[in-house]
């Protein structure tokens, strides 16, 4: 009876650390802000959105083959222009996927830098290279805590539950012979 209570009260969710997406926006306003202290005035940003097609699971039937399931990932980038006083330009990029929780909050995960290019070679080290501020995308804490669906705990649950009624069930039918 112990165990079953026990698998009856486990959850199907599980907690899962992400970066919120209000502290990405933070950090890049703040690097835009640091852009601008050093002589860079942003002059334009781009957002878009792209769907890619990725395998979610393989399947194999001796009657039919091989199957696949597919799944959409919506990767979004943004990209962000600067000009200094000289005619300068620095741009950069940022892939990542923008999702929802069950909640609704809002959170990104799989961040990356994917581009960043300077018109004068002498300012890419400092704006672009491995110790830019810009790298502090790469950094952003995951402190925002949601829910998520288990798989594996939905699977041991269900599992758990019908074992404990077949027991029940069992018990009574042995009594009641």
């Not at 330009?89 to 300077?118: A, F, H, P, R, W």
Request: glycine residues 6%; charged residues 15%.
């Amino acid at each position: 009876m112990f165990l079953s209570v026990m698998i009856t009260l486990s959850s199907c969710m599980e907690t899962k650390y992400v970066t919120s997406k209000s502290d990405y926006d933070k950090v890049i306003d703040s690097i835009n802000n640091q852009m601008a202290a050093k002589g860079f005035s942003i002059n334009g940003s781009s957002s878009g959105t792209r769907n890619e097609a990725i395998v979610a699971g393989v399947s194999y039937s001796k009657y039919t083959g091989y199957g696949t399931a597919m799944a959409n990932k919506f990767i979004t980038q943004d990209t962000y222009k600067f000009t200094d006083t000289l005619g300068n330009t620095m741009n950069y990029s940022v892939l990542y996927l923008l999702k929802q929780s069950n909640d609704g909050v809002s959170y990104v995960e799989d961040i990356e830098i994917c581009g960043c290019e300077t018109s004068n070679p002498q300012d890419y080290n400092e704006l672009c290279g491995n110790q830019a501020f810009i790298n502090r995308i790469k950094e952003i804490p995951k402190n925002q805590q949601i829910q998520v669906l288990s798989t594996g705990n939905t699977i041991v649950a269900v599992a758990g539950v019908t074992s404990c009624v077949l027991i029940v069930l069992l018990m009574w039918m042995l009594n009641h012979k």
